[in-house]
């Protein structure tokens, strides 16, 4: 057990829909992470917030949209789903604002958009 | 901009036999580099990681990593494979200066045949 929990692990939508995904770091972690894994994609960084403040912005798409909330849970929100969008969504957790040591990885949430 | 290449996307073993996992990085500083797990699943497990220090590193259930930065490298190894240690295998970089993410590689699937 990583110590990252996400939920929910699984979730079917239909195109159109918004659905949020929610992420506790491990604690006393400040970082947070998010990352799409896809069959055609691999692994993407999506973005990362650090104690509640945007750090760094990966191939995140307009239709998504992440914060950091005071208690450093992080919710990633994705609207206007489409099927590709369809995929497995990790979040990450470390101590450290910069990705210079271990990030910790929840099970992710599989989101398939039908 | 910093990269890896995994060479191969699956490699099949027999049980005791040596693991040999590819991965070549880019990257135009001395990077940092990881190699995580994912089992069937799950989230991604931090194997080994080599932050500048010793360039052979040593991580989790016998496996290791050499750091040859002449050969732009890091193969990650295991001298006698199990059954469990089938799972995907990610190699990752990230750049010491601008560790704002880590930029994986497209996963080697190993294979253990009995």
């Known amino acids: 057990d990583s110590g990252v929990t996400q939920t929910p692990k699984h979730l079917i939508t239909a195109t159109g829909q918004r659905v949020t995904l929610r992420c506790s770091p491990r604690s006393g972690d400040l970082s947070v992470y998010w990352y799409q894994q896809s069959l055609d994609q691999g692994l993407q960084f999506l973005i990362q917030?650090?104690?509640?403040?945007?750090?760094a912005k990966g191939n995140i798409l307009e239709r998504f949209s992440a914060q950091q909330f005071p208690d450093l849970h992080s919710e990633l929100n994705l609207s206007s789903l489409e099927l590709g969008d369809s995929a497995l969504y990790f979040c990450?957790?470390?101590?450290?604002?910069?990705?210079?040591?271990?990030?910790?990885f929840g099970q992710g949430t599989r989101l398939t958009v039908v | 901009a910093q990269s890896v290449t995994q060479l191969g996307s699956h490699v099949s073993v027999s049980e005791g036999a040596l693991v040999l996992l590819r991965c070549n990085y880019s990257s135009s500083v001395p990077p940092y580099l990881f190699w995580y797990v994912q089992y069937p699943n799950q989230g991604l497990q931090l194997l080994l990681k080599?932050?500048?220090?010793?360039?052979l590193v040593k991580g989790i259930n016998d496996f290791e990593a050499e750091f040859k930065k002449s050969e732009t490298s890091f193969h990650l190894t295991k001298p006698s494979a199990h059954m469990s240690d089938a799972a995907e295998y990610f190699c990752a970089v990230s750049d010491p200066f601008n560790t704002d993410k880590l930029i994986f590689g497209t996963g080697t699937r190993l294979q253990v045949f009995p």
């Open positions: 990450a957790s470390s101590p450290a604002e910069r990705m210079n040591t271990e990030a910790f």
């Open positions: 080599y932050t500048s220090a010793a360039t």
């Open positions: 917030y650090y104690n509640g403040e945007e750090r």
